[in-house]
């Protein structure tokens, strides 16, 4: 009965795609109408400060341990700090971009949710899939790296002295790691129990890390020399190229600021606490890298550093091996603090889709004593683990940033066309083919770079970039409306059009396994959306308009209201 039922409904795909797939809901809705369907409502526990401290112990992670030497050693020399202001400049556009909608849209859906009241329902859950798949793989292979610094603070100096090798399993997938395994189990139980307080052991952690971040401040900056900045071959011995390319790398040590976005609907006042905790943090993690990153190159020359574990390896050619173990117990405080709001975010995600129907609604349910999503928290726990448990670092990583990018190019996207159209009342085709002509030229001018053509490509591309912007701000109006809770992005559309160039030219630094690994990716989560999401949602649909239906028949008859536990029933 069920198969007969299933395989009638799959017949009717066509016509549900076509009415689902480009579907939008407006923010009232998303804020009123899907958040109940999770039952009981997050609780409004957390403050600024709260947020800062996430977004803070969000970044703050193995990123910059990782990054940094192997940068400064072979692509930006001295001047990596430089490329560190860079990525922190396109870090802040997306921020501001995050934080209009978040404002304006304050659910714990983040992207998701932009995404779909922007560009409809499959662009929604495009991103929001593509965004689980960056935290669940981002977090188990960043638990790993836990093991491999905790395993240094005890003085050990094999990465994989703590984990088990497996003879006849796959390279890659041999070196069984269980401290990280009972690391995102404890992490789990911690987050199904109170935001608040997981919030809070957050804070305390990353308020030591960041001691910890100015203990390696001071010690360079006192005990470092200028002259290694200059010796040998300049600040900048691999030229502007070096500096750019270095950009791109260090990169995605700002990955994390975009979870503060989920957290909208457990914060007080979310018109002012979101500004504040989104670009709040991403301004203190940027002046925080750039001093980490500079401090390195003072102590020691950058054709001296060396690849592996660099801050402690240097120190320990100081003299300070006790300094070593420092590190070790610093960086792994630094990983349990971006593990923790990470694992925040992607249940927030999850249920949210949930409540879409994208994904069974089991996902979306809200437990009523501790009111956090149970259930999705519970369930990426245990994928975490599972993944944890196996697969390296370097399997993943690369299919983690463009998963990422792809998402913050899209949210720029989305941005101009929401301020442009659907709140200007402007005809479409003029901003999507502004958008089409930026994202064209910009993937133009990225090629161009990597590929090292001659200038006056690079220069005509530019130009082309610059002139559009320019044409599309003079021709096509904005009405801005401001309202007593909104945030704008001020200087539109140059912030977006900025981060847009800044998405796709990173995009096309990374290497060709990435795209094919995504490419599989996005065929699965298509098939699924093909035979299931659209299904799911266009019968969810039907029955939420015939309770409508029904209830403004009765509304008529006997002035009665559609109660929450209607819409629940969906």
């Not at 922190?88 to 779909?116: H, I």
């Not at 190159?297 to 173990?325: D, Q, T």
Request: net charge positive; proline share 4%; hydrophobic share 50%.
């Amino acid at each position: 009965m069920f198969l007969s039922t299933y395989l009638n409904s799959l017949s009717k795909t066509p016509q549900k795609l076509k009415k689902r797939m480009l579907a939008t809901w407006t923010p009232d809705q998303e804020l009123n109408k899907m958040r109940l369907r999770s039952g009981a409502d997050m609780k409004r526990k957390l403050t600024w400060y709260d947020l800062v401290a996430l977004g803070v112990g969000g970044m703050l992670g193995v990123g910059v341990f990782v990054t940094t030497g192997p940068v400064a050693r072979k692509t930006s020399g001295p001047s990596v700090f430089i490329s560190y202001i860079i990525a922190a400049v396109s870090a802040l556009l997306s921020s501001l971009c995050y934080t209009e909608f978040s404002v304006d849209v304050p659910v714990a859906g983040g992207a998701f949710s932009y995404l779909r009241v922007t560009f409809g329902e499959f662009v929604g859950y495009f991103a929001g899939a593509n965004i689980l798949m960056e935290y669940v793989l981002s977090n188990a292979a960043v638990s790993r790296s836990f093991t491999e610094y905790l395993s240094c603070a005890f003085g050990r100096n094999d990465p994989n002295s703590w984990r088990i090798h497996v003879h006849g399993l796959m390279q890659g997938y041999n070196m069984l790691d269980f401290p990280a395994v009972a690391l995102i189990i404890v992490l789990t139980i911690c987050l199904c129990h109170s935001t608040k307080e997981s919030s809070m052991l957050n804070l305390i952690m990353t308020a030591f890390h960041v001691v910890f971040f100015g203990f390696i401040i001071i010690a360079g900056f006192c005990n470092g020399k200028v002259e290694n900045l200059v010796k040998p071959g300049g600040i900048a011995p691999y030229g502007v190229r070096g500096i750019l390319d270095g950009a791109a790398i260090v990169y995605f040590s700002y990955i994390g600021y975009d979870t503060v976005s989920t957290m909208a609907e457990e914060i007080k006042n979310p018109s002012k606490t979101l500004p504040l905790g989104i670009v709040g943090s991403v301004l203190i993690v940027s002046a925080l890298y750039c001093l980490m990153a500079l401090s390195l190159c003072l102590l020691l020359p950058y054709n001296m550093i060396p690849e592996g574990a660099s801050f402690s390896a240097v120190f320990e050619l100081m003299g300070w091996k006790w300094a070593s173990n420092v590190v070790g117990v610093g960086a792994s405080l630094g990983i349990v603090a971006s593990l923790l709001v990470a694992m925040l975010g992607q249940a927030r995600y999850l249920c949210v889709i949930g409540r879409a129907r994208l994904v069974p609604s089991w996902f979306a349910k809200v437990h009523p004593t501790t009111g956090t999503p149970l259930n999705a928290t519970i369930i990426l726990g245990i994928c975490q683990a599972s993944i944890a448990l196996f697969t390296e670092l370097d399997i993943v990583i690369e299919m983690i940033s463009i998963g990422t990018l792809l998402v913050f190019y899209l949210v720029s996207n989305a941005l101009i066309f929401r301020r442009y159209v659907i709140l200007s009342k402007n005809p479409p085709i003029h901003t999507l083919l502004f958008l089409f002509l930026l994202s064209s030229t910009s993937f133009a001018f990225s090629l161009s770079w990597k590929f090292k053509l001659h200038w006056w490509n690079l220069m005509l591309f530019a130009g082309l970039i610059f002139s559009a912007t320019v044409i599309f701000q003079y021709f096509v109006p904005m009405i801005v409306m401001e309202r007593q809770e909104s945030w704008l992005v001020p200087f539109m559309p140059w912030p977006a059009t900025i981060s847009i160039f800044l998405n796709v030219f990173l995009m096309t630094t990374l290497k060709m396994v990435a795209y094919k690994r995504f490419g599989i990716w996005a065929c699965v989560i298509t098939i699924f959306y093909v035979l299931y999401g659209v299904h799911s949602t266009y019968h969810a649909e039907e029955i939420l308009e015939m309770i409508v239906v029904d209830n403004v028949n009765v509304n008529y008859s006997t002035q009665q209201q559609i109660t929450k536990v209607d819409i629940q029933l969906v």
